[in-house]
């Protein structure tokens, strides 16, 4: 069974940074891209940010390059979202997710091509 778990949420001023981790356990954890997604109230889920099995790409939302940065640690199953500069539109859920499947060629960045995901974490950016 597989389970992915996110923390490191929480209030923060405009400008401020929360670093998001998120653990993942039940499947090989290296063979999986990973992604970042947020969902703001009345709003739908949006794509924030992908990074590839091999761990040396990464690719991110227009609205968050160069504030985020997408990284993980594969002998630790974790994914992290370092994110800077924050704004209040960043405020969101925000979700971790795992590909569908396992050495994928290509870069998944839309909702249907990530199949486990957690329950949120809640990043509040305050002004």
């Known amino acids: 069974q597989v389970q992915v778990v996110e923390s490191g949420g929480g209030l923060v001023q405009t400008g401020g940074s929360l670093r998001l981790s998120c653990t993942v356990t039940?499947?090989?954890?290296?063979?999986?891209?990973m992604g970042w997604f947020r969902q703001a109230p009345g709003k739908e889920r949006e794509w924030v940010s992908t990074?590839?099995?091999?761990?040396?790409?990464?690719y991110y939302a227009n609205s968050v390059k160069g504030r985020f940065t997408i990284s993980r640690d594969n002998a630790k199953n974790t994914l992290y979202l370092q994110m800077n500069s924050l704004k209040p539109e960043d405020t969101a859920m925000y979700y971790c997710?795992?590909?569908?499947?396992?050495?994928?060629?290509?870069?998944?960045?839309?909702?249907?091509?990530?199949?486990?995901w957690g329950q949120g974490t809640q990043v509040t950016v305050s002004s």
């Open positions: 039940g499947l090989t954890f290296d063979d999986y891209d």
């Open positions: 990074i590839k099995w091999s761990g040396g790409s990464t």
């Open positions: 997710a795992a590909d569908q499947g396992a050495l994928r060629v290509g870069v998944p960045t839309s909702l249907s091509e990530f199949r486990y």
